[in-house]
């Protein structure tokens, strides 16, 4: 049984940093790109960030790449995001996805591509 489980969320004060944490269980980790999505209040699903399953390759939502960043760990099967300078725009359940054979830009930003999920972690930012 596949698991991912996100932590690391909670109310911050704008200009803060965070940093998320999705923990996978019953997966081969080194086989699988993980990424970061999230959802507003309102809004649908949206791309966040992503690495490879090597970790040599990320890939980020044009708007958080100066201020996000992703990695992985391969011994402790955890992916990391790591989120500087937040705003309250950045407020949104953040989902941590697991999904095979992802090479492209293209491929990563598609919330279909990902065979597994976690339950989402709140994050919350106030002004």
């Known amino acids: 049984q596949v698991q991912l489980v996100e932590s690391g969320g909670g109310l911050v004060q704008a200009g803060d940093s965070l940093r998320l944490s999705c923990a996978a269980s019953?997966?081969?980790?080194?086989?699988?790109?993980l990424a970061w999505f999230r959802q507003a209040p309102g809004k649908e699903r949206e791309f966040a960030a992503s690495?490879?399953?090597?970790?040599?390759?990320?890939y980020y939502a044009d708007s958080l790449k100066d201020r996000f960043i992703v990695s992985r760990d391969n011994i402790k099967n955890t992916v990391y995001l790591h989120m500087n300078n937040l705003n309250p725009e950045d407020t949104a359940i953040y989902y941590c996805?697991?999904?095979?054979?992802?090479?492209?830009?293209?491929?990563?930003?598609?919330?279909?591509?990902?065979?597994?999920w976690g339950q989402g972690t709140q994050v919350t930012v106030s002004s």
């Open positions: 996805a697991a999904g095979r054979d992802l090479n492209t830009r293209g491929l990563n930003r598609r919330s279909a591509n990902f065979d597994y």
């Open positions: 690495v490879s399953a090597s970790g040599g390759t990320t």
């Open positions: 019953g997966l081969t980790f080194v086989w699988y790109t």
